[in-house]
């Protein structure tokens, strides 16, 4: 059973910076793509950045240039660096593979920016 365990969050002024963590269990992690997903209020999750085996990554426009996401395989960790903050970065954070599995969602972490 593998479970994920997302940190980091908070409430931040605009401009300022986050680290999120998502600490995976198990053995698998190495060898998946993993990602970063967002839920604002009332909005469907999408998808934030990702992160290949390999370490090549995609961002979505909203982010590129102001997040960094990066994988350690010996701490079975993905992070995402997160800075600058809009407002508009406000929501739910989740990590998951990319694409996504059902039975992967953990709790989140919530970003909040806002002055």
């Known amino acids: 059973q593998v479970q994920l365990m997302e940190s980091g969050g908070g409430l931040v002024q605009p401009g300022r910076s986050l680290r999120l963590s998502c600490q995976v269990s198990g053995s698998i992690f190495r060898i998946f793509a993993w990602g970063w997903y967002r839920q604002g209020p009332g909005n469907q999750r999408l998808v934030v950045a990702h992160i290949g085996s390999s370490g090549g990554t995609g961002y979505a426009d909203s982010v590129k240039g102001r997040f960094t996401i990066s994988r350690d395989n010996d701490e079975n960790t993905v992070y995402l660096q997160m800075n600058s903050l809009k407002p508009e970065d406000t929501g739910v954070y989740y990590c998951?593979?990319?694409?996504?599995?059902?039975?992967?969602w953990g709790q989140g972490t919530q970003v909040t920016v806002s002055s």
């Open positions: 998951n593979r990319a694409p996504p599995r059902e039975d992967y």
